[in-house]
């Protein structure tokens, strides 16, 4: 069974500071994918990036970016310059690649604050 | 907005009430999902449906009913449900595109919060 671990239950950090979460998981599946999602006090589920491990370049979404080492099994989440609506829950996510409507396996999630 | 709507955002019921929940998704996807967010643990699959057919069923005892009438709709059913099930229900679409590798990311409605009296 796949596992996904967020080892910072909370983080906090000045706005325009960069922050990095990390997720570690577990997994004898060589190709899947890994996902962050963020959950704002609205309580709205909301993609911020994703990541296909079969490609060796960590994937960018403006101010988001991943470093992704398949081999340690580490996705971590780098957000650059900070705003103060990026504070949320961020859960990292796993997903096998299989044909067939699939289950994302969550983390426990990191709660982020940003300061101003 | 992500396409994907729960109604109600919030419940309250006793236990011996019956009530359902309802999520729509207007992406023109396939695939549906129920997850479950309880208070300090990660987010749990509770059903998954592939093209109005339930392809997964995560132990979840039988005061949750789930029902899929066609791809867009999705409604779980809930009676005699007990304290411990007070939780956020989350619903999910995404489209499944068979074979082929294609990535299929999960959208989220906004979920309904239940407490269970």
């Known amino acids: 069974a796949q596992t996904v671990t967020q080892s910072q239950p909370e983080m906090s950090v000045q706005e325009a500071e960069t922050v990095t979460l990390s997720c570690t998981y577990d997994?004898?599946?060589?190709?899947?994918?890994l996902f962050w999602y963020k959950q704002p006090p609205s309580r709205q589920m909301i993609l911020v990036i994703r990541?296909?491990?079969?490609?060796?370049q960590n994937a960018t979404e403006n101010r988001f970016s991943v470093n992704f080492q398949k081999a340690a099994k580490s996705f971590s989440l780098k957000i650059s310059d900070s705003q103060l609506g990026d504070t949320a829950m961020y859960f990292c996510?796993?997903?096998?690649?299989?044909?067939?409507?699939?289950?994302?396996?969550f983390g426990q999630g990191t709660r982020l604050t940003i300061n101003p | 907005e992500t396409g994907v709507t729960q109604t109600p955002r919030h419940l309250v019921m006793g236990m011996t009430n019956k009530k359902s929940l309802k999520c729509e998704q207007h992406?023109?996807?396939?695939?549906m999902y129920w997850y479950k967010q309880s208070a300090k643990k990660p987010l749990e699959l509770m059903f998954v449906?592939?093209?109005?057919?339930?392809?997964e069923n995560n132990s979840v005892p039988s005061r949750f009913s789930p029902e899929c009438p066609n791809s867009s709709h999705l409604f779980l059913h809930l009676h005699t449900l007990q304290p411990e099930d007070s939780a956020l229900y989350l619903c999910?679409?995404?489209?499944?595109?068979?074979?082929?590798?294609?990535?299929?990311?999960?959208?989220f409605g906004p979920g309904t919060r239940l407490l269970v009296l």
């Open positions: 990541q296909e491990a079969y490609k060796q």
């Open positions: 992406l023109g996807h396939n695939a």
């Open positions: 999910a679409s995404s489209q499944e595109r068979g074979s082929g590798g294609l990535l299929e990311t999960q959208y």
């Open positions: 996510a796993f997903m096998k690649h299989r044909s067939g409507a699939q289950k994302l396996v």
């Open positions: 449906y592939n093209f109005k057919e339930q392809t």
């Open positions: 997994t004898s599946e060589n190709n899947y994918y």
